[in-house]
């Protein structure tokens, strides 16, 4: 039943679109493969250490990956170095090494 295949086939996906996809989500510490299941659509897995994600097509799996790293974004702002803070004057002036008053 050629009909059958062709309404089932893969959605079409653009190279360069899944390939930016991929180096962005491999950029974020993701991993994204597109797996060929033999005569039926292919699936967007997502991984990241132990845990898996499947997509239907590259549109679903580009909101996800646009959530998930504008998140991670969000979580891994640079900090702030730490200020050298000093409890008492004394233990100013022992930090840089002059006397200490009183």
Do not use: C, N
């Not at 079409?12 to 974020?28: D, F, I, M």
């Not at 510490?29 to 659509?41: M, P």
């Not at 000093?86 to 200490?100: D, F, I, Y």
Request: proline letters at 7%; hydrophobic letters at 45%; aromatic letters at 4%.
């Amino acid at each position: 039943m050629p009909g059958l295949t062709a309404a089932v086939a893969a959605p079409s996906v653009a190279a360069k679109a899944w390939r930016t996809l991929q180096a962005e989500l491999l950029l974020g510490g993701y991993r994204a493969d597109l797996l060929d299941a033999h005569g039926t659509a292919p699936s967007l897995i997502v991984t990241r250490w132990a845990m898996t994600r499947s997509f239907d097509d590259l549109d679903e799996a580009r909101a996800w990956a646009d959530q998930v790293l504008s998140r991670q974004d969000r979580l891994e702002e640079p900090q702030q170095p730490a200020q050298d803070v000093r409890h008492s004057p004394r233990e100013a002036a022992h930090a840089t090494g002059s006397p200490a008053a009183g």
